[in-house]
């Protein structure tokens, strides 16, 4: 007895209602310093360097130079935004759809839909990749040859580089189209019912109601999925790296690629890091504007 | 109060520690030069790990019993790690100052130079444990791309990858080829063709917009390589344009079955999709595994020649082993290197049980390579690739390999599937690597 409460009175000494919160987010702060802050400054520090032979040395702005004058990075730059320009409206509009679909009240089965569209989201990445890679095969894909069933000559979808851009596209929007749904989804089911009983007794139909009700309460919901997806793109890498690998002769190379590509295949981490410095400010300024735009006429 | 700050210090130092930790033990701390490697048996302990991957992984496994016979208290760990895996934590490790690593590595010879020389102190200098004296036992091309700039050894020797052209004799004999006709890349264009309209089959497997090693063999048949001997940029020399052409004089033809991957490659290979496929050596091994109904249906011939009487002999690929800098038992670490790189019967257990082609050339005599193969229509492939080895001449693979071989195969796809000129992609790939890498372009 005498030595348990001892203990206790002890442990009240560590443990008091003011610590007590410091101890609970310790384990937090200690690993945002330890995996986010610590490696961000460290890889500023680096894009200010250069190696050569195994020696470091400071090196001023001549990352930030090549990397002004270097036409790959343009390209990556060009190839990204390609994708994100084209890709996360088809994206968007399918997933308000398809959300619309979902909360319709006819539709038999919604758990089923919405887990199955929302399946690609969660899926191992290298299997999701390698079943693209069978379906988009151009000799043995069974993409072609349902196409050959239509007389459709075979498509080298990997290999051919306009092609190669239109199989990333295909693929990220399976990949995401559902995870946007679930947000859309939500933001359907807060709109106020009220809403539409009112304009169904004004006698607006449905499309009138899609287009003068939902679309504009589901506003905030657009710019956040928005956002999110730039950022996303602006970081595409997963599905360029297994599919194309980049190619064939650049076309699919991504920022994020080009930056693994100089750091882990050429061992230059000081270029690496100032092209992620570089996406950074890209990501920040786009999505600053993104709100802007957004929000001032809200 | 005080508790919890003390808990948060120690944490943290405990996490910078961990940071840090790598830095300190990569560099100075290896032993230099101990007792020139004539380390005497039995007296090594402990245990070490050694990385590789598939078949070489496999062959080192079967090294060590006999490896133990001689250390019996050195306990080996091999571990099987996919190719490209292993690079990555390589690289990472490397930059960590060899934190996480095992002591022993697989690396690819083309992939050292690039290693060597971003981390000078990531690996052993084998030369100080007294590697120099297996010098002569080598072919020559092998032992130059193991070495330091100070002409120390970095790695030590192990798989070759001679090269030829591997055919497929039902599709030879329907389409009525003579393979002993087919000198020159014309002749073999040519015997493409007639192939071509008699059979389905096209003639060979390339994976045009990821991998040159059509490009890569052509170039080295003629001496030359993405840099020349003295590091200058060459992949727009005349020879590799020439090289270029003829491939793309192929895929002009239709004899390009244009694959994805590895995989495609097999897969075009087993299902009669082409009738050739030019590789290394090691590919011997890929076929017989994967299409073991197709025995007694290959053969080899050699690599045809760009120019009537030209070189027929390249290298493609092959494999070797270096001792990681901050491993903490170096002289067992060496000793396995030693043992499994310059002993025969490690070698020769890995070419029969693997087809991993030896660099060792005192293996060359042994009579294995002399044995007629069933797989391969009763011919003794294995002395043809041990000929081929002795006149392939030598590529400087240099520190910026990597980057070459990605614009390479860029230009490789712009030139056949964009249709620009092979000598303007190829120019464009030798400004890319010069803007890059600093090196000069050779006029």
Known sequence: ?298 | MKAWKKALAGTLSLAVLAACGGNDNNTEETPAGNDNGDNNGGELSGEIEVWGWNVAAASMELAIEGFNEIHPDVEVNVQDIGRLDLYDRLTVGLAAGGAGLPDVVLVETDRIDNYMSEFPEGFLNLSEYGFDQYEDKFAQAKINSMKNADGDFIAAPWDFGPAAVFYNVEIFEEAGVNPDDIETYDDYIEAGIQIHEATESQLLPIDISQDDAQFRMMMNQQGTYYFDEDGNIDIASDEAVLAMEKIKEMRENDLIANVDGWDGTVTATVNGRVATVPFGVWYAGTIMDQAPEQEGNWDIFPLPALEEGGNRAANLGGSDLAVIGATENPDAAYAFVEYFTTETDPQMAALEEYGMFPSLLETYEHETFDEESEFFNNSAIFRTFAEISEDVPFANYTSDYARAFRYSADAQASALLQDAEPADALREAAERIANESGRDINE
């Open chain 1, 1 to 298: 007895m005498n030595s348990t409460a001892k203990a206790e009175k002890k442990k009240r000494k560590f443990v008091t209602p003011k610590t007590a919160p410091y101890i609970f987010i310790a384990p937090a702060v200690i690993l945002f310093l330890l995996f986010t802050v610590y490696p961000v400054i460290s890889s500023l520090i680096l894009s200010f360097q250069t190696t050569t032979g195994g020696v470091t040395e400071f090196a001023g702005l001549d990352n930030y130079r090549r990397l002004f004058n270097d036409p790959l990075f343009y390209q990556a730059l060009g190839n990204t935004f390609i994708i994100l320009i084209i890709q996360v409206p088809i994206m968007l509009t399918l997933a308000v759809l398809l959300a619309v679909l979902m909360n319709s009240a006819l539709l038999r089965m919604r758990g089923f839909f919405r887990v199955a569209f929302f399946m690609p989201a969660i899926t191992a990445l290298v299997a999701y990749a390698i079943v693209f890679m069978i379906l988009l095969d151009e000799n043995y894909g069974i993409v072609n040859y349902a196409l050959s069933l239509v007389g459709i000559d075979p498509i080298a979808w990997l290999n051919d580089p306009f092609w190669a851009k239109v199989s990333l596209i295909i693929a990220v929007t399976w990949r995401w189209t559902g995870y946007n749904m679930v947000i859309f989804l939500a933001g359907l089911q807060g709109i106020s019912k009220d809403l539409y009983e009112a304009a169904s007794i004004d006698g607006a139909g449905k499309i009138r109601q899609f287009f003068s009700i939902t679309l504009p309460q589901l506003k905030p919901i657009f710019l956040f999925t928005f956002v999110l997806s730039t950022i996303g793109t602006l970081q595409l890498f997963d599905e360029p790296f297994i599919l194309t690998g980049g190619g064939p002769n650049n076309s699919t190379l991504t920022i994020s690629l080009y930056l693994y590509l100089n750091g882990f295949r050429y061992f230059d981490f000081n270029y690496a890091s100032a092209i992620a410095y570089v996406l950074v400010i890209i990501i920040a300024v786009l999505s600053w504007l993104q709100m802007k735009v957004a929000g001032d006429k809200e």
